[in-house]
């Protein structure tokens, strides 16, 4: 009897140290500049002037298509954008954007992924954008500081072209912590005015 009470113990021993070592080795902390949560991901606030200094690219443009593909095991979406003016660089007529998240139908299941506020790109959508070449998809961009670097062009209240941006779905950290991103619009001629303004200092 005692031999098996001895057995069961060191059994327990084992699957306890066991679980300790997997729960260690599974919480390992994920890289520091993009954290993912449940329902928002926390990414370093940037500035305008940020921005304007990180960006390869900085344009206006229309979005035209997207598509979906693999990059290793993770789903992105490819962007067609048709530019109209470029402030930085020099992308072309046409750039493509790469998003994180896609969906593959060409499976009997289709898959799809997703990331709490990473940045949408609408067919028909005119946007100001903050773009830095991409590592994995040669001659794509990726929109500098996650969303951040995403603003829709709309007609202001005073009719007047503004930009609209929506980080709700960010966490942002700065040098005062954490906070929750939010939404905003302003004229798009300030927007413009701001990024000139960096570029010839």
Same mark, same amino acid.
């Given at each position: ?5 001895? !057995?069961?113990? %060191?059994? %327990? ?10 729960s260690s080795?599974?919480t390992?902390?994920? #890289? !520091?500049?993009?954290? @993912?949560?449940?329902d ?7 500035s %305008?002037?940020?921005?304007?200094? @990180? ?9 035209v ?12 979406t ?12 020099t ?7 790469v998003? #994180?998240?896609?969906?593959?139908t060409?499976?009997?299941v ?5 990331? #709490? ?7 028909g959508?005119s ?15 990726n929109?500098?500081?996650? &969303?951040q670097g995403?603003? &829709?062009i ?5 009719g @007047?072209?503004?930009?609209t941006?929506?980080l709700?779905?960010?966490s ?5 912590g ?8 302003t #004229?798009l001629a300030?927007l413009?005015? @701001? ?7």
């Amino acid at each position: 009897m005692k031999k098996l009470t001895l !057995a069961v113990s %060191i059994a %327990i021993v084992i699957a306890l140290l066991a679980s300790v070592r997997w729960s260690s080795t599974a919480t390992d902390a994920p #890289p !520091a500049d993009v954290l @993912q949560g449940t329902d928002s991901t926390l990414a370093v606030a940037l500035s %305008i002037g940020d921005m304007t200094d @990180q960006a390869d690219v900085i344009a206006i443009g229309n979005a035209v298509e997207t598509r979906s593909m693999w990059v290793d095991r993770s789903l992105v979406t490819l962007v067609t954008v048709a530019v109209t003016e470029s402030l930085k660089g020099t992308p072309g007529d046409t750039l493509t954007v790469v998003v #994180p998240g896609g969906v593959d139908t060409n499976r009997k299941v289709p898959v799809a992924m997703t990331y #709490p506020g990473a940045p949408r790109l609408t067919p028909g959508e005119s946007m100001f954008l903050f773009l830095n070449a991409d590592t994995e998809v040669g001659g794509g961009y990726n929109v500098t500081g996650f &969303s951040q670097g995403k603003f &829709s062009i709309v007609e202001g209240d005073d009719g @007047q072209p503004a930009v609209t941006r929506d980080l709700t779905k960010l966490s942002l950290k700065d040098n005062n912590g954490v906070r929750r991103g939010t939404a905003n619009m302003t #004229p798009l001629a300030s927007l413009k005015a @701001q990024v000139n303004g960096h570029l010839n200092k």
